[in-house]
């Protein structure tokens, strides 16, 4: 959806290997400490090394999954990548041993919806609409169980949007053809609203103020597009895909400006 420069040497260099690590007496432990300081490298290395040791553990495969689509996320889904498709199809495969484990695991269920959905991407017209099916399904399990959970929410308010921004051609022949009438839940309040309240659960978070700003733009909200842009800009810089998001936010800002005289 976004245009921006190509990433890829940034992804050989989150994807070298930190195996040293792996030698932590608590592989786990280590995993969540890198998760959080944003260390992917070494959060999937450790994390690996954790599934490796216990293959059944919920918390070992969904935040390798977690980490896996984090990684993909650096190269655009506008650019053809192999090395990106599989990551997340084998984040994909992590996050539905997670969910496997434990069905009562909200984190679990967002992950896989938010595999599915990065795995769709690569897939055929008839895959993608099989998979909007069971993102919508993960994500609405995930709030079930977590109505709290920002990501599950920013989840469902990129499928609402996704949906809305095909073409009538598009979502005609996905109803009749493909059988897709969920399709027709579809709308621009429910994404507005989820990606709300994923800003709202979640304020430190860029992506979430960057795709609700875009849902505004499509509403032709202008006010309220150009203040969440604008929210992006104080928002200090945590994830690795921060600082283009800062930028495409900023691109938008000036489009606005040229829109709106102001």
């Known amino acids: 959806m976004y245009e921006c420069p190509v990433l890829r040497p940034a992804l050989i260099a989150l994807l070298v290997s930190a195996a040293p690590l792996a030698a932590q007496a608590d592989p786990l432990a280590g995993g969540i400490a890198a998760m959080e300081r944003w260390d992917l490298a070494a959060a999937r290395t450790l994390l690996t090394e954790a599934v490796r040791r216990d293959p059944g553990s919920y918390e070992a495969n969904w935040r390798l999954a977690h980490v896996l689509v984090d990684l993909g996320k650096v190269v655009p889904d506008s650019l053809p990548d192999a090395a990106r498709d599989s990551l997340y199809a084998l984040a994909e495969s992590y996050a539905r041993r997670g969910v496997a484990a434990n069905p009562d695991g909200a984190d679990g269920h967002f992950v896989l919806a938010n595999a599915i959905g990065r795995v769709a991407l690569t897939k055929s017209k008839r895959e ?95 006010a309220e597009a150009r203040t969440t842009f604008e929210a992006i800009g104080r928002l200090p810089i945590v994830e690795p895909m921060d600082t283009e998001y800062k930028r495409i936010a900023a691109r938008h800002l000036a489009a606005l400006a040229e829109r709106t005289g102001s």
């Open 128 to 222: 993608r609409v099989e998979g909007a099916v069971e993102i919508r399904n993960e994500a609405l399990k995930a709030l079930g169980l977590d109505p709290t959970h920002a990501g599950a929410h920013h989840v469902l308010g990129r499928w609402h949007a996704e949906i809305q921004r095909l073409s009538p051609v598009e979502r005609f022949f996905a109803r009749t053809f493909l059988g897709a009438s969920i399709f027709n839940l579809a709308s621009w309040d429910s994404a507005e609203r989820h990606l709300r309240l994923a800003v709202q659960h979640d304020p430190g978070r860029i992506f979430h103020y960057l795709d609700l700003g875009e849902v505004y733009l499509d509403r032709e909200k202008w």
